[in-house]
């Protein structure tokens, strides 16, 4: 077996880096369990309550957001719920280990194009780095619109590279028209599922009119236009009853370039990690060698945690908990110091249960406290003993059933958003006897 292993690495060493990359993504698909953004929960509850039929999700109005990527988790989800699976864990799992598979493909597009422009080996480090890089496991299985338009994006890349670089050996414009036509239409559904795709595209264009290859580029925009046109006005038009709804209202919004310093120092820590794997893929001095191998060790230390990572564990784990009481008519989540309106991830809760949430803003309104609620959600350990005394006025008969704790790497997520929140969330039976 390990000569077989050994001789495969040789002769065919990119099928390695696929099997592996596989191998983390599926890893990542069983334990990489939760949402680590508040989008990838968008694109997870939305068509699973359109499934459903179920309101109250908050989405009331255009976003700026892909309608075409909801409209593909809604096929990923239907398919599963038309065969009895409904089980959020079950449904969310299946949905990871898809996004893996596809994400495996940014591997094997990325290598193909580094062919083309570097030396093979140098390509080949270059997927290692697609395969393997600490975020790229993580990010690969979870629902993100700009993960999964990578594959999209990368193969219009891909085609319109390989025939520039035909055009340059022949000195003939007229080849493989058909082939920036395909670019085109691959460009356009990238872009329709991530608007910022439109970026590349642009790049390219003018990259393509640049280099004198007019044609290319219009042949390339007479497919993009139609494309993106077809996809952006069906969805909207379905869900807004108007086209580029989501489109106009991501204009609107902008771009928002503004994150905690935290964000900067890892992306500069990843760029460092990305050089270490090729600048430094020969052999050089010892410094080279030194800097190479702290690279991939602060990297796959990275990994480790990140692939394995269960992204707001407490607040999953207590919709999981909740979804066990069937007779449960609504739940109150406590979130006293916070005075934004966090909603809970009710998608994991599989009832759809009715809650209310009371933070800074409301909790001296008694109005709020309905006497139907059943469960009593407390986010954060902060003061807890007082915070229940409290809601004790309104219903008396608490019990404690259960706390939860976040993943231990919600330390990092805490240094990065500058956060003061312990992460925890408590779950409190409300006792309607006398």
Not at 190 to 199: E, K, P, Q, R, T
Not at 351 to 359: A, E, G, K, M, P
């Amino acid at each position: 077996m390990k000569a077989k292993i050994l001789r495969l690495s040789k002769e065919h060493p990119i099928s390695v880096v696929i099997l592996i990359a596989l191998a983390a993504r599926v890893i990542a698909a069983v334990f990489s369990n939760g949402f680590g953004f508040e989008s990838e929960y968008f694109y997870v509850e939305t068509p699973n309550a359109w499934l459903d039929n179920v309101d109250g999700t908050g989405y009331d109005s255009p976003r700026g957001i892909s309608l075409l990527y909801v409209s593909i988790n809604y096929l990923i989800f239907g398919f599963f719920k038309l065969f009895g699976i409904s089980n959020p864990q079950w449904l969310m799992f299946f949905s990871r280990l898809i996004h893996g598979v596809v994400s495996v493909t940014v591997v094997t597009l990325g290598y193909r194009i580094a062919k083309l422009i570097v030396d093979k080996r140098l390509a080949l480090n270059i997927a290692w780095v697609l395969a393997l890089l600490w975020f790229m496991p993580y990010v690969g299985v979870h629902s993100l619109a700009q993960t999964f338009s990578l594959p999209f994006l990368l193969y219009g890349t891909l085609l319109i590279t390989k025939q520039e670089r035909l055009r340059n050996e022949s000195r003939n414009d007229n080849l493989h028209r058909t082939s920036f036509f395909i670019a085109g239409i691959f460009f356009a559904l990238g872009f329709s599922i991530w608007y910022l795709g439109a970026v590349l595209y642009l790049a390219i264009i003018v990259v393509l009119s640049a280099r004198k290859n007019i044609k290319g580029a219009a042949v390339s925009l007479a497919a993009f236009l139609p494309t993106a046109g077809t996809t952006q006005t069906i969805p909207d038009f379905i869900v807004w009853g108007r086209p580029f709804a989501e489109f106009r209202a991501f204009l609107n919004d902008g771009v928002r370039f503004s994150y905690p310093l935290g964000y900067y120092i890892l992306a500069l820590l990843t760029i460092l990690i990305i050089a270490g794997f090729i600048r430094f893929y020969k052999n050089g001095n010892r410094l080279k060698r030194y800097i190479c191998a702290a690279c991939v060790v602060i990297n796959m230390a990275l990994l480790a945690v990140t692939t394995i990572m269960y992204s707001n564990k407490p607040e999953v784990k207590a919709m999981t908990y909740l979804s066990k009481d069937k007779d449960m008519n609504l739940f109150i989540v406590e979130d006293v110091f916070s005075d934004e309106t966090k909603r809970p991830p009710v998608f994991y809760e599989k009832n759809w249960t009715d809650y209310i949430i009371v933070n800074q803003q409301n909790k001296d309104d008694v109005a709020v406290f309905a006497p139907e609620a059943d469960h009593i959600i407390f986010r954060e350990n902060k003061n807890l003993e007082d915070r229940v005394e409290q809601m004790k006025k309104h219903y008396p008969n608490l019990k404690h059933e259960v706390t939860y704790k976040p993943f231990f790497a919600y330390i990092m997520y805490k240094w990065l958003n500058h956060s003061t929140t312990d992460g925890c969330v408590s779950i409190y039976k409300v006792s309607h006897e006398h």
